[in-house]
């Protein structure tokens, strides 16, 4: 059975810094691209950054872009989320997924995705 459990979510004051992992098991965890995902209240799910297999290629989204970081332990098979300079508008869920942006978002056959961690910016 192949499972996502993300971890390390919390309450943070806006400026402050978390970070996110994302255990894998259940998987060939080195042939997936990995991605995150944030859904925030009331809204849709939202593609955060995706790592390539080797960890060698990250992108991001432009509301993430040089505040997170992405990375990933193949041999843990784990990926990490830095959040840094966080901001109100960061809160959400955050969900990892297999897969790149288009589909873990979409979440086509065959994608996975964990249950998420709630995050919450708030002075």
């Known amino acids: 059975e192949v499972q996502l459990v993300e971890s390390g979510g919390g309450l943070v004051q806006p400026g402050g810094s978390l970070r996110l992992s994302c255990a894998a098991s259940?998987?060939?965890?080195?042939?997936?691209?990995m991605s995150w995902l944030r859904q925030a209240p009331g809204k849709g799910l939202e593609w955060a950054s995706t790592i390539s297999t080797s960890g060698r290629s990250t992108y991001y989204a432009d509301a993430v872009k040089g505040r997170f970081t992405i990375s990933r332990d193949n041999a843990k098979k784990m990926i990490y989320l830095q959040l840094n300079s966080l901001k109100i508008e960061d809160t959400a869920t955050y969900f990892c997924?297999?897969?790149?942006?288009?589909?873990?978002?979409?979440?086509?056959?065959?994608?996975?995705r964990g249950q998420g961690t709630q995050v919450t910016v708030s002075s």
């Open positions: 259940g998987l060939p965890f080195g042939a997936y691209s």
């Open positions: 997924s297999t897969g790149d942006q288009y589909s873990a978002l979409t979440q086509e056959p065959g994608i996975f």
